[in-house]
């Protein structure tokens, strides 16, 4: 496999796969949200505890319909989608991923 030069970078690739690389994850919390919510709607039960706990805090949820997993499972996915990212930094070297802090 050869380098490729700097000036021969199609910039308009990285910023397409960045906006893949964002829009993908949140549509499929969105799915997932969804999924939840008809499960919650047609009435599925089911007998489904967590547990979830830190230094400073904890909270359980017995009981719950699997819907309800599917719809917070989606909304955590969808908020960890839109608050980490990429950052692209373009230099006379091309452009540079960098993982968001």
């Known amino acids: ?4 030069q700097p000036y021969n970078v199609n910039h308009n690739l990285a910023f397409v796969l960045y906006y893949l690389f964002k829009m993908l994850p949140m549509g ?3 799915m997932a949200i969804y999924l939840g ?3 919650f ?3 599925v039960t089911g007998q489904a505890s967590i547990t979830v706990s830190t230094e400073t805090i904890g909270g359980q949820l017995l009981n ?3 819907g309800l997993f599917f719809a917070v ?3 955590v996915a969808l908020i960890i989608s839109v ?5 692209i930094d373009f230099n006379n070297h ?3 991923f960098k993982r968001a802090e």
Not at 1 to 4: D, G, I, S
Not at 83 to 87: E, Y
């Open 1 to 4: 496999m050869k380098n490729v």
């Open 28 to 30: 499929l919390a969105g």
């Open 37 to 39: 919510y008809k499960l």
């Open 41 to 43: 709607i047609l009435g």
């Open 64 to 66: 719950a319909a699997p």
């Open 73 to 75: 499972g989606g909304i």
């Open 83 to 87: 608050w980490k990212g990429v950052q």
């Open 94 to 96: 091309g452009p540079v």
